[in-house]
């Protein structure tokens, strides 16, 4: 896989001073873990998952999640559960019969409802499971975090590749002022005991906004929702600590215009989530476009790596507009190379509105 790969080499090489690199699901951790981009949430009741991932209907698509919890009604649960049954099928046999080549599958996630909705499809989709990245765990908490690690180690077990968890994080444990710091510790101890497989935190913005009844208008971010801003600051700060180094993932963008979504993707990037989750199929390139880094960004990442031997403390940036500092900037400058070989990085005077 690669982003932007709907590009001809001419407009990628006029809009990219270093194009993306390639990657795939087989690629270590670290590498993954920034690649996820925009991952695109579609309930696993929608018909045309496989035949839309096999005609790639979905430009930019790198990463997605079929969704059993809340994009389901309780009563459709059952069916819910055999359509994702079908579309695994229909992928596997496309894969088996030479139709599509397995490397071109994007990140694949299922998001159950609770560890023993986990354990069960996964024994239904037995072999299938080599089609997934992973599974999203709703609601994480202490009462169910272990034992949906538990239950994703005995799987890993059975497969000859590594299946990732992406716990969300969403509960009213955490977004009541009195107890959060308990919920976290106790959160940050599991996600620690397992950090192995840990691919990405997630957050629950809808579900923290539903607790007290609210819903931000078009024309707001979630950070003018002051409850919300404060609880993911809490989150942040326990875990992209440079001694943690997680990856949180933004919170979805519920509206499908891009104005208010593109706002909110740069607040998202300037706070220290790293991709975003989104519900339609016109957000992928928008939210994949800011993450693309600019040429002055790589250039003082390059200078500050280049330079961390012990001889200089700070100098003057490439473009003469602000000081870099070795040991303050190191984490963000090696932040951003990563990046800049995922996402590329632009030429001089180009950014995301030159690639949408």
Partial sequence: MRYFDY????????????????????????KITYALGATLYMPALKETIAQDILQKKHKGLISMVICLE??????????AEESLYKHLNDLALAIEEGRFE?????FIF????????MMHIAS???VNLKLLTGFVLPKFSNENGDKYF???????????HTLYAMPILETKELIYKECRDKELDFIEQIIDRHNDLVLNIRVGATDFSSIFGLRKGYEMTIYDVAVIRDCFVDILNRFIRMDKNYIVSGPVWEYFGIDGLMKEALLDQVNGFTGKTVIHPSHIIPVQAICSVSHEQYLDALSIIENNNGQV???????????????PHLNWAKKILIKSRIYGVYHEGKNFADLL
């Fill in 7 to 30: 590009l001809t080499e001419n407009e990628r090489q006029s809009i990219f001073y270093s194009p993306p690199e390639e990657f795939s699901r087989e690629d270590e951790k670290e």
């Fill in 110 to 117: 299922i998001r159950v409802r609770n560890p023993n909705q």
């Fill in 150 to 160: 538990e239950i994703l180690r005995q799987l890993n077990e059975k497969t000859d």
């Fill in 313 to 327: 403390g700070v100098m003057k940036s490439k473009h003469e507009n602000k000081m870099n500092e070795i040991k």
């Fill in 70 to 79: 809340d994009a389901i009604g309780d009563e459709q649960v059952s069916r």
């Fill in 102 to 106: 397995d490397k071109k599958l994007p």
């Fill in 124 to 126: 239904e989709i037995d």
